[in-house]
C-alpha cells in the first residue's frame, strides 16, 4: 500500500508569513492528490484537488503543486483563520492520508 | 449544496458490529460519478480511509479493515450504509461519511459521529 509522509509535522508561524507543507508519497501517486484542513472538531475540508487545482471557494493563497511522489502546500501569507491542521491524501491507489502538520501561532 | 449526517449508535459493545447510516440530502447516491465514502479519525489522530461504494454499487475496503467491512447502499432512503464487525476498543473513533467526486477529491464531509467500543 502507498504510505504518504508529510513534514514538518508542526509549523509554528505568525500572520503573514509563507508556510510551506511537503508530502510524499511512498510510490508515485501522478496527480491523485488531494489536501484537507481540519480544525478541531470539525469534518476536514477540501483545499486543493488533482495536486493544484483549488476548490471552489478557497482562498488563492492557498496552492499545490508537484507530482509522482513530492508535493507541497503552500499558504502565500497565513490570516488568523489558517491555523488548523492539514492532510495529504492520495487517491491513485485506494486512500491513504498522511499523518497530518499542524500550523501553530508562533 | 450536498449535505450528509450520519446516525447510529454511539456506543457499541466489544465483539459486536458497529452500525452506522449516512443520509445524504440534495442528488441522488445512484447520480454518476461519485463514490460514497466512509472515513474514521481516532481521537487524536489522523484520519483514516475505511472504504467506498460507488454510484453503481461496487465496492472498495482499506486492505487492512476489509475482512470485517461491508458499505452498501440504499437508493430507495438516498442512504448508504457502514458495518464494521467484532469491534475492538482500536475501533473506537470519529466516523465521518463522505463523497469523493470523480478525481476531485472528497468535498462533502457529514460532522462526524464518535462511535465507542465499550463493555
Known amino acids: 500500500d502507498i504510505q504518504m509522509t508529510q513534514s514538518p509535522s508542526t509549523v509554528s508561524a505568525s500572520v503573514g508569513d509563507r508556510v510551506t507543507i511537503t508530502c510524499r508519497a511512498s510510490?508515485?501517486?501522478?496527480?491523485?492528490l488531494a489536501w484537507y484542513q481540519q480544525k478541531p472538531g470539525k469534518a476536514p475540508k477540501l483545499l486543493i484537488y488533482?495536486?493544484?487545482h483549488l476548490e471552489d471557494g478557497v482562498p488563492s493563497r492557498f496552492s499545490g503543486s508537484g507530482s509522482g511522489t513530492v508535493f507541497t502546500l503552500t499558504i502565500s501569507s497565513l490570516q488568523p483563520d489558517d491555523f488548523a491542521t492539514y492532510y495529504c491524501?492520495?487517491?491513485?491507489?485506494?486512500?491513504?492520508f498522511g499523518q497530518g502538520t499542524k500550523v501553530e501561532s508562533k | 449544496q450536498v449535505q450528509l449526517q450520519e446516525s447510529g449508535p454511539g456506543l457499541v459493545k466489544p465483539s459486536q458490529t458497529l452500525s452506522l447510516t449516512c443520509i445524504v440530502s440534495?442528488?441522488?447516491?445512484?447520480?454518476?460519478?461519485?463514490?460514497w465514502t466512509w472515513v474514521r479519525q481516532h481521537p487524536g489522530k489522523g484520519l483514516e480511509w475505511i472504504g467506498y461504494?460507488?454510484?453503481?454499487?461496487?465496492?472498495s475496503y482499506n486492505p487492512t479493515l476489509k475482512s470485517r467491512v461491508t458499505i452498501s447502499m440504499d437508493t430507495s432512503k438516498n442512504q448508504f450504509s457502514l458495518t464494521l464487525r467484532s469491534v475492538t476498543a482500536a475501533d473506537t473513533a470519529v466516523y465521518y461519511c463522505?463523497?469523493?467526486?470523480?478525481?476531485?477529491?472528497?468535498?462533502?464531509w457529514g460532522q462526524g459521529t464518535l462511535v465507542t467500543v465499550s463493555s
Open positions: 463522505a463523497r469523493e467526486g470523480d478525481g476531485e477529491g472528497i468535498g462533502y
Open positions: 491524501q492520495q487517491y491513485n491507489t485506494y486512500l491513504t
Open positions: 510510490q508515485s501517486v501522478t496527480t491523485w
Open positions: 461504494i460507488y454510484y453503481s454499487g461496487s465496492t
Open positions: 488533482a495536486a493544484s
Open positions: 440534495t442528488g441522488s447516491i445512484s447520480s454518476g460519478g461519485n463514490f
